[in-house]
T-cell receptor
Framework: SQTIHQWPATLVQPVGSPLSLECTVE??????LYWYRQAAGRGLQLLFY??????ISSEVPQNLSASRPQDRQFILSSKKLLLSDSGFYLC?????????FGPGTRLTVT | KQEVTQIPAALSVPEGENLVLNCSFT??????LQWFRQDPGKGLTSLLL?????REQTSGRLNASLDKSSGRSTLYIAASQPGDSATYLC????????????FGKGTHLIIQP
């Protein structure tokens, strides 16, 4: 199985500030990687996924972007945060049939 | 577009009871279905994964069933304990490639000691 590392665990940022959340994966090579967001009162929503270095697919239009500079590194970014970007962000690494989730980052935009 | 619904949204029962959590999905052409547990402020712990060709999976006091044709899954928890208190999430994988999971909003479960 894979181990997913995420940091930071908690983040409070003002509106308009930039964002960078990092996710790294242990225990496998060339994993599929995913970013999900859990907003208050809503279910987990898939934001981005990647099947390889530099390959990013976006599921929903939004203020965020993702990058995969290395095989086991996945980064979620924003140039200017909005209040609506607040939520719990989860990174996942997957094989064809199963996904493993990291501990999450709680982002509060003030 | 796949949609996943979980009923009930919240459930509170006394310790020791057997209980059933329900999950339904709109598109029966799924690859697999997974049940997760989420403790407050934490990530997801995978409980059970059922492939589309399977009818059920068991792990300890947990049993998950899948009826793909009717678009339903149930998670059965036997002899509930206070430590089972958490939010339980159902998620569907619709394709066999890199597709992500589609999640329900979860059932918030409280087991009263």
């Amino acid at each position: 199985s894979q181990t997913i590392h995420q940091w930071p665990a908690t983040l409070v940022q003002p509106v308009g500030s930039p964002l960078s959340l990092e996710c790294t994966v242990e225990g496998t090579s060339n994993p599929n990687l995913y970013w999900y967001r859990q907003a208050a009162g809503r279910g987990l929503q898939l934001l981005f996924y990647s099947v390889g270095i530099g390959q990013i697919s976006s599921e929903v239009p939004q203020n965020l972007s993702a990058s995969r500079p290395q095989d086991r590194q996945f980064i979620l970014s924003s140039k200017k945060l909005l209040l609506s970007d607040s939520g719990f962000y989860l990174c996942a690494g997957g094989e064809i049939y199963e996904q493993y989730f990291g501990p999450g980052t709680r982002l509060t935009v003030t | 577009k796949q949609e996943v619904t979980q009923i009930p949204a919240a459930l509170s029962v006394p310790e020791g009871e057997n209980l059933v959590l329900n999950c339904s999905f709109t598109d029966s052409a799924i690859y697999n279905l997974q049940w997760f547990r989420q403790d407050p402020g934490k990530g997801l712990t995978s409980l059970l994964l059922i492939q589309s060709s399977q009818r059920e999976q068991t792990s300890g006091r947990l049993n998950a069933s899948l009826d793909k044709s009717s678009g339903r899954s149930t998670l059965y928890i036997a002899a509930s304990q206070p430590g089972d208190s958490a939010t339980y999430l159902c998620a569907v994988k619709s394709g066999g490639g890199a597709d992500g999971l589609t999640f329900g909003k979860g059932t918030h479960l409280i087991i009263q000691p």
